[in-house]
T-cell receptor
Framework: DTGVSQDPRHKITKRGQNVTFRCDPI?????LYWYRQTLGQGPEFLTY????????KSRLLSDRFSAERPKGSFSTLEIQRTEQGDSAMYLC????????????FGNGTRLTVT | DAKTTQPNSMESNEEEPVHLPCNHS???????IHWYRQLPSQGPEYVIH?????VNNRMASLAIAEDRKSSTLILHRATLRDAAVYYC???????????????WGAGTKLIIKP
């Protein structure tokens, strides 16, 4: 069971720099989700893909954020011109297409912007 | 805003049953009730879900009130490894776009005392 993997686990960057995170979902899952989580709060939805199509984006996803899933397999989340308020845990999840299929989460990438 | 409300924290003794409550008074007829838990430094993990009838699996039981406005996650014999934040969320089985946002509250932090 390879599960959902995310890379890197931790990222420290200076304000204004760009960062990119990678998510490898469970191979047979065609849905992929990105969430953001701050300390003491539940995950906040950012965006999701069905195969390579990005079907929904949250209002939280400003113009500085972009996500891709070029071949319907792995996904990347890029944050440009990082701000201190971007510091959070970024979680990726995947699921089967069945609407009630459970989400399988990775262990996240913790971003610290100094 | 989260569609569910849960106590901020609960304590239980090891090897005793734990009942975690969740209120969802605005639940619609098409909403499934899902539970996830998040161990420290990990992504959320699916626990169980149900619609109307009580459900059991290897991890837990889910008891759903007759009017569906509340539910209870039951851990039959808590261990130290069950110490986590437990989230109760609603998923629309019709699969409307907003379904994938899975609005999460802050969850219940379960503390297990040895």
């Amino acid at each position: 069971d390879t599960g959902v993997s995310q890379d890197p686990r931790h990222k420290i960057t200076k304000r204004g720099q760009n960062v990119t995170f990678r998510c490898d979902p469970i191979s047979e899952h065609n849905r992929l989700y990105w969430y953001r989580q701050t300390l003491g709060q539940g995950p906040e939805f950012l965006t999701y893909f069905q195969n390579e199509a990005q079907l929904e984006k949250s209002r939280l996803l400003s113009d500085r954020f972009s996500a891709e899933r070029p071949k319907g397999s792995f996904s990347t989340l890029e944050i440009q011109r990082t701000e201190q308020g971007d510091s959070a845990m970024y979680l990726c999840a995947s699921s089967l297409q069945d609407r009630n299929s459970p989400l399988h989460f990775g262990n996240g990438t913790r971003l610290t912007v100094t | 805003d989260a569609k569910t409300t849960q106590p901020n924290s609960m304590e239980s003794n090891e090897e005793e049953p734990v009942h975690l409550p969740c209120n969802h008074s605005t639940i619609s007829g098409t909403d499934y009730i899902h539970w996830y838990r998040q161990l420290p430094s990990q992504g959320p993990e699916y626990v169980i879900h149900g619609l109307t009838s009580n459900v059991n699996n290897r991890m837990a039981s889910l008891a759903i009130a007759e009017d569906r406005k509340s539910s209870t996650l039951i851990l039959h014999r808590a261990t130290l490894r069950d110490a986590a934040v437990y989230y109760c969320i609603l998923r629309d089985r019709q699969g409307l776009d907003s379904n994938y946002q899975l609005i999460w509250g802050a969850g219940t932090k379960l503390i297990i005392k040895p």
